[in-house]
């Protein structure tokens, strides 16, 4: 016998005492739910490299809804998807107030009041370029304070349909200042901004642009969303966020950035949301489909990591599987 004083497996035992002792759980309140929208009135197009992901028209949306707050999911991210013959350099479409998206969010939170919305405030969506900011046609450099001007008119109009978190996800410098000071001036001083804090230019995010159908014409996004290598450059830009007024720090893709995480979560105070982004809940539908891993373990896996890394918001592909799973 090992003459041994610490045995870490005692607490280990048995499954009562695995679970008394577990240091994170993930409950459906800390799952936020992202969404695409078409303009259709009725419609329900599959995600071909994110199954079980939709487009969903107006009707298709509402039972959706519906459903998902059955199951417990109290938060969602909204995001447009529009015609390419909708889009132009300046993303004109984006401040017309008529445009669907602001009518969904009204409707969505007249039906749902107690649903908190979550918008998606960049011009990809609308851009023909496919860029989030406003492509310099000499230079095709982004062009940072015209961008932001347009942001800023978005974010107030996000805010008058309803949204209760609008969400920048541009990586413009200065937009979460300029955004606070613009609702502020329209009366909108209770509307949040959950700022995309740390956005790095990610390969991960592969899906998602194929569900905009908004990759980028030419070039690549690398001008304003961060080097993957880069660590304190994450610290940098959260300040910044914080001092201009964010009330969520996020930190974007999360499986490849659990350090950013925590290097968030030690340097504030406030709330910080990981995104699971599209490539991660493609990889593992991916090899689940094949057989070559266990999904439902996998997810459950890598949503407790979030939270272990210091994650109290994921907004993630797999809120709804995971409401599920927990109804079952
Ligand atoms: C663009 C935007 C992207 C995502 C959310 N907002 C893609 C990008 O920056 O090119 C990616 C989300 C995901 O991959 O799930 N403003």
Redesign the pocket.
Same mark, same amino acid.
């Given at each position: 016998m090992m003459n041994l004083i610490k045995r870490p497996r005692r607490n280990r035992a048995h499954g009562s005492m695995r679970s008394l002792l577990c240091e994170n759980k993930v409950t459906v309140d800390d799952l936020i739910l &992202?969404l695409f929208l078409l303009g259709d009135e009725s419609a329900k197009s599959e995600i071909k490299s994110m199954p079980g992901q939709f487009r969903f028209g107006r009707k298709e949306l509402i039972s959706e809804l519906k459903e998902s707050i059955s199951l417990g999911i109290k938060m969602v991210c909204l995001f447009p998807i529009l015609p390419e013959e909708k889009k132009d350099s300046m993303a004109s479409i984006a401040l017309k107030k008529e445009m669907f998206y602001y009518q969904r969010i009204k409707e969505i939170k007249d039906l749902f009041p107690e649903l908190v919305i979550m918008t998606?405030v960049?011009l990809?969506p609308y851009s023909s370029d496919g860029h989030?900011g406003i492509v310099d046609p000499k230079t095709k450099t982004i062009l940072n304070d015209q961008t932001i001007e347009v942001l800023t008119k978005m974010s107030i109009l996000q805010a008058q349909a309803g949204a209760d978190y609008i969400g920048p996800?541009?990586m413009m410098d200065g937009r979460v200042g300029a955004i606070r000071k613009g609702l502020d001036s329209e009366g909108f001083t209770n509307t949040a901004i959950f700022s995309y804090a740390a956005k790095y230019a990610s390969s991960?995010?592969g &899906?998602?642009?194929d569900a905009l159908d908004s990759a980028p014409k030419f070039g690549d996004?690398k001008t304003y969303?961060m080097n993957p290598a880069n660590r304190r450059e994450a610290l940098l830009e959260a300040k910044l966020d914080e001092a201009e007024g964010a009330d969520v720090l996020m930190v974007k893709p999360g499986l490849a950035y659990l350090d950013i995480i925590s290097d968030l979560r030690r340097h504030s105070n406030l709330p910080i949301a990981a995104?699971n982004?599209?490539?991660e809940y493609a990889m593992v539908k991916a090899a689940g489909e094949r057989g070559w891993c266990d999904e439902t373990a996998v997810m459950n896996e890598m949503l407790v990591a979030f939270k272990r890394a210091g994650a109290d918001l994921i907004l993630s592909y797999f809120a709804k599987d995971f409401a599920a799973q927990r109804i079952k």
């Open positions: &992202p998606d960049a990809d989030d996800s541009d991960f995010y &899906p998602f642009r996004k969303q995104y982004v599209s490539g």
